[in-house]
C-alpha cells in the first residue's frame, strides 16, 4: 500500500502479557516514529529512528518498552509486563529525511491497545 | 523540553463560519509546525504546515499564521463545511541538527464541530 500500515488495529491482552505491535513504513521513507495518544489527548513521542538506528528515544515511559528496526523498514515496539495504564492508540508515522528540510510526517491508522 | 499548548479544547461553529485555533510554544529552537486534522478511528493527517522563515501560508480555505518572537502560531479555516469537523492538533519541531530533531510535540488538540 501507500501508507503507513500498523498491525494490528486492534490487541487486548491481559495484565503482564508481552505485545508486539508492527509498522510499515512508508517505502524508502527513513525515518521512523512512534506516538502513544491517551483519549483525549495529543500523541506523546516515544521513540525515533533514522535507519536502524534509534535516534532519540527520550520518551520511552520505562524499560518495559523497546522498539526495533533491524533493516531499516518495518519496526517493531515491544512492551513487556503490560499494564493496564499501556491502555493507548500507539501511531506509528515516517517520513523521507532530506538532510536539509524538515518534512512531512504520515501517520498510520494505529493499534489500540487495551490491557485489560 | 518542548511545551505546546492548544486552545480552544472545544470550539463549535455555523456552516459557512470561519474556526480560529491558537497554539503557542516555548522552545525557541523549534522551527517546524505542521496542523493535523484526526477523525475518528484514524491516525493524524497533515493539513498544513509553517516552516520559521515565513509568517504566513495559505492553501484554499486553511491558512496558518506564525509569529515567532511571541511563539505562537494559528490555525484559520474559513467557509466552514460539517466535513470539516475532527481533531485538529497543532505540533512543533526543533531544527535539523538539534538533539531533539524528529521530536514532534503535539498540543492537546482542538475538537471542531460545524454545525450544518
Known amino acids: 500500500g501507500a501508507g503507513v500500515s500498523q498491525t494490528p488495529s486492534n490487541k487486548v491482552t491481559e495484565k503482564g502479557k508481552y505485545v508486539e505491535l508492527r509498522c510499515d513504513p512508508i517505502?524508502?521513507?527513513?525515518?521512523l516514529y512512534w506516538y502513544r495518544q491517551s483519549l483525549g489527548q495529543g500523541p506523546e513521542f516515544l521513540i525515533y529512528?533514522?535507519?536502524?538506528?534509534?535516534?532519540?528515544d527520550s520518551g520511552l515511559p520505562n524499560d518495559r518498552f523497546f522498539a526495533v528496526r533491524p533493516e531499516g523498514s518495518v519496526s517493531t515496539l515491544k512492551i513487556q509486563r503490560t499494564e493496564r495504564g499501556d491502555s493507548a492508540v500507539y501511531l506509528c508515522?515516517?517520513?523521507?529525511?532530506?538532510?536539509?528540510?524538515?518534512?512531512?510526517?504520515?501517520f498510520g491508522q494505529g493499534t489500540r491497545l487495551t490491557v485489560v | 523540553g518542548e511545551n505546546v499548548e492548544q486552545h480552544p479544547s472545544t470550539l463549535s461553529v455555523q456552516e459557512g463560519d470561519s474556526a480560529v485555533i491558537k497554539c503557542t510554544y516555548s522552545?525557541?529552537?523549534?522551527?517546524?509546525f505542521p496542523w493535523y486534522k484526526q477523525e475518528l478511528g484514524k491516525g493524524p493527517q497533515l493539513i498544513i504546515d509553517?516552516?520559521?522563515?515565513?509568517g504566513e501560508k495559505k492553501d484554499q480555505r486553511i491558512a496558518v499564521t506564525l509569529n515567532k518572537t511571541a511563539k505562537h502560531f494559528s490555525l484559520h479555516i474559513t467557509e466552514t463545511q460539517p466535513e470539516d469537523s475532527a481533531v485538529y492538533f497543532c505540533?512543533?519541531?526543533?531544527?535539523?541538527?538539534?538533539?531533539?530533531?524528529?521530536?514532534?510535540?503535539f498540543g492537546q488538540g482542538t475538537i471542531l464541530t460545524v454545525h450544518p
Open positions: 508515522a515516517s517520513s523521507v529525511e532530506s538532510g536539509l528540510l524538515n518534512t512531512e510526517a504520515f
Open positions: 517505502s524508502g521513507h527513513t525515518a
Open positions: 529512528f533514522q535507519g536502524t538506528g534509534a535516534a532519540d
Open positions: 522552545d525557541s529552537a523549534s522551527n517546524y
Open positions: 509553517i516552516r520559521s522563515n515565513v
Open positions: 505540533a512543533a519541531r526543533p531544527a535539523l541538527g538539534g538533539t531533539s530533531y524528529g521530536k514532534l510535540t
